[in-house]
C-alpha cells in the first residue's frame, strides 16, 4: 500500500488568549519501534475531538483540540486511500509522505490542510502526537473528496501583464462573443496554459514571481483560485532568466526561458501539490532568447519561438509518450520557408484544417501572423502556403477555441486590446475580425477554461 502524499500544511492553533501560527513540516519518517502501552495515558490530552470539518475536490481540513499539554509535542497528519492501522508507523513506511509540526504547550485548537488529493475519493485520515518514546494515534476519520467543479461556461483566461492581473471572461453564444470578466491580482502575468486533466482545475502561470511560474486552480465561473509560487525540484532548480511561453500536457510542463541564448525548462507535474520536479533544461541549442513553445498535436515534435530581429523557429523531437524533448537528438531550424518572421513573439497550435496541420506564427514587428503548416510529419518541417500573411498591427499572441473555428487575438493596445475572430475552414485565414469590451493594459497570453482540445 503506498499512502497518499501530502503537501505543506499550515497548523493554524488559535489558543484561548490568542492565536499562534505553526507551519507543518513535510517529509519525515514516523517512528516504527515498539512504544510503551501507557502512551496514550501520557499524552491524554495533546489530541482531542480529532475530526473533519471541510472537504474541497482536492483538499481536506483536519481538526483537533489539544492541550494544556507539559512540552511542545510534535504532531504528524496523513491521508490514504484505503484503511490502516492507527500506530506510530500507520501500518506502514511513511517516509516523505508524513506532515509534521509542533503543538504548543497551551489550549489551543489545530486546522490542517491536507491538499492536493484527487476529487470524489474516499480517504482515511490519522494524527499522532509524540513525546520522544510515547505517542497517541486517532483515527481513521473518513472523508470524501467532493467532485473536480466543471465550469458552468467556457471562458478565456487572458493574462495582462502590466495590468497585474488575470481575466476569466465567459465566452458567449455560438459566435464566442467575450461576456462578463472576473480578474484575478497576479504579479506582472505574462504567457499560462490550462492543464489537459479530468482531475484537476490547474493551470501554471508564468510571470513576475519568485520562481517565474504560479500554479492556480481555478472554480465554476473560471476565476483562478489559491495562486502560489511553484517550486521547482524542491526549491534547488532556478530558471536561468524570466518565464516567458509555457504549454503543457496532462504530467508535463514546458517553460521557454528568455535567457541570453535561450533555455527551455521540462518539469513533471507530481501529486499531491502539483509542484513541479525532474526539471532539466535544454539550452545551447538556441542561438537567442527563446520566448515561446507548442506542441503540434498531430507530430512528434516541439515547436519553439526565437526572440529578436530575424528570431526562428526551432523543431525538437520529442518522446511522444512523455512530451519530453528527446536527449541526444539535436534541436534544429524548423524550415520556416519564403516568409520567415522577422520579429516573431508567439507560436500556436490551429489543429488540423483542411488536412493540415497549422501553426500561428505572431510577428511584432511586421505587424501580423503568420500561418505555417506542418509539411512533413517525419522530418517536423513547417511550410508557408501563398497568401499565408494576415495583417494584424501591435499582435501580441493568439489562442484558437477548442472547435477550431474563432481565434482571439491579443494587441499590444489599451484599446481593442483582444479581437475575436473567425477561422476559415479552407486556407486557416481569419476574418470578420471583431474588437471586444475587456479593459486591459498589456494583454499577452492566452487560454481556455474547461480545457478541451
Do not use: H, W
Not at 268 to 282: F, Q, R, V, Y
Not at 385 to 402: E, K, L, N, T, W
Not at 404 to 429: D, P, R
Request: net charge negative; hydrophobic share 35%.
Amino acid at each position: 500500500m503506498s499512502p497518499i502524499r501530502i503537501p505543506v500544511v499550515l497548523a493554524v492553533l488559535a489558543a484561548l488568549a490568542k492565536s499562534t501560527l505553526v507551519e507543518a513540516r513535510p517529509g519525515g519518517s514516523i517512528p516504527s519501534a515498539p512504544l510503551a502501552e501507557t502512551s496514550e495515558d501520557r499524552l491524554l490530552l495533546s489530541v482531542r475531538q480529532f475530526g473533519v470539518v471541510n472537504t474541497t475536490s482536492t483538499s481536506v481540513t483536519l481538526q483537533f483540540s489539544t492541550g494544556p499539554n507539559l512540552v511542545e509535542y510534535d504532531f504528524v497528519n496523513a491521508c490514504y486511500d484505503v484503511e490502516v492501522p492507527c500506530t506510530p508507523s500507520f501500518g506502514g513506511n511513511v517516509t516523505g509522505s508524513s506532515v509534521n509540526g509542533t503543538l504548543p504547550k497551551q489550549l489551543s485548537v489545530v486546522s490542517a490542510v491536507i491538499d492536493g488529493l484527487t476529487s470524489n475519493t474516499t480517504y482515511y485520515c490519522y494524527v499522532a502526537t509524540f513525546a520522544k518514546k510515547f505517542y497517541k494515534c486517532n483515527g481513521p476519520v473518513v472523508a470524501t473528496t467532493t467532485v473536480t467543479p466543471v465550469p458552468d461556461s467556457q471562458y478565456l483566461l487572458i493574462a495582462d501583464e502590466d495590468g497585474n492581473k488575470v481575466e476569466a471572461c465567459e465566452i458567449t453564444g455560438p459566435l464566442g462573443t467575450l461576456g462578463d470578466c472576473t480578474d484575478t491580482t497576479l504579479t506582472a502575468p505574462g504567457f499560462l496554459t490550462v492543464v489537459p486533466t479530468t482531475s484537476q482545475s490547474l493551470v501554471y502561470v508564468t510571470g513576475g514571481t519568485t520562481t517565474g511560474v504560479s500554479r492556480c486552480s481555478y472554480n465554476s465561473q473560471g476565476s483562478l483560485l489559491g495562486c502560489t509560487d511553484a517550486t521547482l525540484n524542491g526549491g534547488v532548480f532556478s530558471l536561468s532568466g524570466p518565464a516567458q511561453g509555457v504549454t503543457s500536457t496532462d504530467s508535463l510542463v514546458t517553460i521557454a526561458v528568455s535567457a541570453s541564448n535561450g533555455e527551455i525548462v521540462q518539469c513533471d507535474i507530481t501529486a499531491p501539490n502539483n509542484d513541479l520536479t525532474g526539471c532539466l533544461a535544454l539550452s545551447g541549442a538556441f542561438a537567442r532568447p527563446t520566448i515561446d513553445v507548442a506542441y503540434a498535436r498531430t507530430s512528434d515534435f516541439l515547436y519553439v519561438v526565437e526572440e529578436g530581429a530575424s528570431g526562428g523557429i526551432v523543431k525538437c523531437a520529442i518522446d511522444p509518450t512523455t512530451g519530453r524533448i528527446n536527449a541526444g537528438t539535436p534541436c534544429t531550424n524548423a524550415g520556416t520557408g519564403s516568409l520567415p518572421p522577422s520579429f516573431p513573439n508567439s507560436i500556436t497550435y490551429a489543429g488540423v484544417i483542411n488536412g493540415d496541420t497549422v501553426f500561428y506564427i505572431t510577428d511584432q514587428q511586421s505587424g501580423g501572423i503568420i500561418i505555417k503548416g506542418v509539411e512533413n510529419s517525419q522530418t517536423g518541417d513547417l511550410t508557408l502556403s501563398p497568401g499565408s500573411f494576415i495583417a494584424f498591427p501591435a499582435v501580441q499572441s493568439i489562442a484558437v477555441d477548442p472547435s477550431g473555428t474563432i481565434a482571439y487575438v491579443t494587441k499590444a493596445t489599451t484599446t481593442g486590446a483582444v479581437s475575436k475572430c473567425e477561422i476559415n475552414q479552407s486556407n486557416a485565414l481569419l476574418e470578420n475580425c471583431v474588437d471586444q469590451s475587456v479593459s486591459l493594459v498589456q494583454p499577452v497570453g492566452m487560454g481556455f477554461i474547461p480545457y478541451t482540445n
